[in-house]
Every structure is written in C-alpha cells, then in structure tokens.
C-alpha cells in the first residue's frame, strides 16, 4: 500500500455501496454522488458526518470538502444559525394541515432581495423549479415550445431535447443520455441554444416563430461567463418575440450575489428558479418572477404536501439572513480568488496544463494546453491524488463561507505534492502504472 494511502481504508462504504447497489437501481439518488465518477475504491460512496469544510466518512476518515454538496452547503455544513432555526420550528411542527406564516415572511425576504422577484411559489428542488416555471410560462404564453441553453434537471419537459437525436444534451446535461421513457409526443419541444451565441438563439426563435413560450437558461454555465452583451441581447431577443425569459439560478443563486447572477450582472429576467445555495442543505426550491408572468401560477395545477413545510422555509430565512449578516458572498470571493491566484501560479510553476477559471465564487479547473486523449486520465489521477490525500474535489470548487486560511494552506501543500507526480506522468506516459482509480462515465454507452 502506498504511502498516501495508509489509514485511509474505505472499506465500511464500499460494503455498503455493494449492498446499495442490489436494492437502490443505479446505487445513490444524485448521480454526483456516484463515486464511479470520482476515484473508484478510493473515493467514499457513504459519509457519516460534516461540519464546516469538513465530512468523515464511515471508516472515521477526515475530507475536506471543496465541492460542499454540488454547492448546496454555501455557509459550511451543520452551519449552527440554520440549524438552530431548523430545531427551534421542529419543535413547534414541521407540515400541517393549513399554511404556516413562514410562507409569507420567505416569500417578503426574497422579493426584498432577487430583482426580479414580484411573486413568489415553492418547491423542494432544482429540478422541480425549472419545470414550475416552464409550465407557467406555457400557460402563461399558450405556446409549448422551450429554447434551453445549460443543465436544467431530469424531467421530461428537458430530456425531451434527446428525442430526435441524443446527442443533443451532451453539451448542457450529461453525454450519452437516452430519452427512456418520455413520450415521444414532445418530440421538438424542447430546443437547444449555444451560450454566448445570440445568432444560434436568434434562429431558434424565427424558426419557430410564434411557437416558443420561454427561454430558459443559466446565466452563467460553470467556468463560462457571459459575453459582453450576451444577457442583453438574449432579454432583448426574449422581449422582440414576446417569449418569457427564465435564469436557472440554482447554481448561481446566493452565490454569485446575494440577488444572484441577475444582479451580479444586471440583466433581470422574467421568473428565476431557485434551489441549492438557498438554504444551506436543506430541501428548499423556489420560483420567483414578476406578477405578469407568475399570476396565472395561482389558476394552474401546481401543488405538493410537502413544498412549503417549515423545516425548509425556516432553512431558506435563516440561509439568506446569515449570508447578508456575515457578508457572505464577499468573504466567499475573497477566498476563492486567492485559491485561483495559488492554484494558477502553482500550475504555471509545475507546467500543469490545468486552469482555475470562471468567479471566484464558482472556479472550474479547465485545461490548457493538452492532447485531447490526455485529459481523461489526468483528471483521474489529479482526483486520485487528492482523495488520497483527504481532499474531495473534481475539476471544481464550490467555495464556501467555511473555507478559510487553514483550508487554503492544506490545499496548498496538498497540490505542491500532487502537481510533481502530474508533471512526471506527463512526461513518462506512464498512466497505467500510476492510476489505480480510473472514472467511469455516468451515461455514455461504452464502444467494442
């Protein structure tokens, strides 16, 4: 057994995970969390506890986190002003059979705090949320059609865009996704539109002209930021044609700002989808948007038992509350910023060909300049180096309020260990010597 990896045996989740394997179809419920996509045997399927920066797994081994659940966890895990706020309304009941008040004051917080936000509907999800608010937006034009352009969940509305082809997600979702059971009735429903490509956007919609209910999109697409003019011009185009415009906000949301990237870049939308970042952890989704678009809400059938119980809505106040109190989002910034400083300047010192881009609040790890056939099993072996090393990450980091000094000084040593070990199997080719734990593809159909 190698040096890094002593006293660092996983064994406990892995027997779990075989087990869960037999009796949950596909192993876990996020297909993030499948540790075939991270470093297989070494990366922990199953975590026992976290606070701050920090989980242990099962067998009692330490991580620190950079990835803080897909983003989810933007104050530090078991953050003690949420949690306190969840436990207090525990007490007093969590669903019942009529509204709580807290539906109300969540709903006066975000509209004091997102640009766009007149009107206000829950849910539990990002997923959920994006097909709310598609679904208002059809009834609220009468027209059926979607333009998408990011990830936007699992539903049928979305994997409807691999009906005719499907390759068509593989640059927004996931590559090699098969649309197995959406009716084939949606066929052409929804429609792709390249970020930071109005021209792609604009024939899109005089092509279907008259047809198209909404745009919906993220704002900012991981590492990728807007183009001068970009979210302009796709509010301009949303407006010439009469078509509403929706951010996917579930990643950038109280993350980017504290009114998210329509703040943070100026370009208000018509509804915004909410989830992750919103409530530290909890299960918290909303939509929000303006009265025109979101009035018809209340004639729809849109409902669920457990959308607005309290447990969530005491998370969300409490999330937003502290963020601004703390002053979240700059601290955040400032963090990720001297972590993309580090890791550039280690990179270019070692001539790893690998990047921290994108804001600092969101940083993808991107490639340089690299064969093509080289980067798959870089990134194995960058994640199979951090994870022996008690780092979990893949080529991002989700930073959050939790991360601090002592986090950046470790990732620092840590990558002063990793990235010598990187140059030498540039250099050598040696991979198969050197990976032990090679990723598998969540989706894509393996080829021979």
């Not at 026992?48 to 950079?66: E, I, M, P, S, T």
């Not at 070990?421 to 393996?446: I, N, Y």
Request: hydrophobic share 45%.
């Amino acid at each position: 057994m190698a040096d890094e990896d002593r006293g660092r045996s996983v064994a406990h989740s892995y027997a779990l995970y075989q087990e869960a394997l037999g009796i949950i179809p596909g192993g876990t419920q996020l297909i993030s969390r499948r540790p075939q996509l991270y470093a297989p045997g070494l990366t922990p399927p199953y975590v026992a506890r976290g606070k701050g920066a920090y989980f242990w797994d099962l067998d009692g081994n330490q991580y620190l986190d950079l990835m803080m659940c897909v983003g989810a966890a933007i104050l530090g895990y078991a953050d003690d002003a949420v949690d306190t706020a969840v436990i207090d309304q525990i007490r007093s009941g969590t669903a019942y059979s009529i509204s709580h008040p807290l539906e109300v004051e969540l709903a006066r917080e975000l509209i004091a705090t997102i640009p766009c936000a007149e009107a206000v509907r829950y849910c539990k999800g990002g997923g959920e949320a994006n097909t709310i608010a598609v679904r208002i937006a059809r009834a609220a034009t009468g027209r059926e059609r979607v333009l998408f352009c990011g990830y936007h969940g699992w539903h049928d509305w979305y994997l409807a865009a691999n009906l005719e082809s499907d390759e068509v997600l593989d640059a927004h979702l996931l590559p090699g996704i098969r649309p197995q059971g959406i009716p084939h009735g949606l066929a052409g429903t929804a429609l792709p539109f390249r970020y930071n490509d109005l021209a792609s956007l604009e024939a899109q919609l005089e092509r279907h002209r008259g047809s198209i209910a909404c745009i919906i999109m993220e704002p900012a697409r991981g590492a990728a930021l807007p183009a001068p003019g970009f979210l302009e011009g796709v509010r301009e185009l949303a407006t010439a044609h009469g078509v509403l415009l929706i951010f996917d906000e579930v990643v950038t949301g109280f993350r980017l700002a504290l009114g998210g990237a329509q703040e943070r870049f100026g370009v208000i939308p018509d509804m915004a989808t909410y989830a992750k970042a919103i409530s530290n952890g909890y299960a918290m989704g909303a939509v929000v948007g303006s009265h025109a678009a979101m009035d018809i809400a209340g004639e729809l059938f849109i409902s669920s038992t457990y959308w607005s119980d309290a447990v969530g809505l005491a998370a969300s106040l409490a999330t937003i509350r502290e963020l601004r109190r703390r002053d979240a989002i700059t601290a955040i910034g400032a963090f990720g910023s001297r972590l993309q400083q580090m890791f550039n300047g280690l990179a270019a010192e070692y001539r790893i060909p690998l990047a921290a881009v994108g804001l600092p609040q969101l940083i993808g790890i991107s490639y340089t300049d690299i064969a093509p056939e080289l980067k798959r099993p870089l990134k194995d072996y960058y994640v199979q180096e951090l994870t022996r090393r008690g780092i979990f990450s893949s080529l991002g980091v989700n930073p959050s309020l939790a991360h601090g000094d002592a986090e950046l000084t470790r990732i620092e040593q840590v990558l002063h260990e990793i990235f010598p070990l990187l140059a030498a199997v540039l250099r050598d080719g040696d991979w198969d010597a050197r990976l032990v734990a090679r990723s598998v593809d969540a989706f894509r159909r393996q080829v021979g």
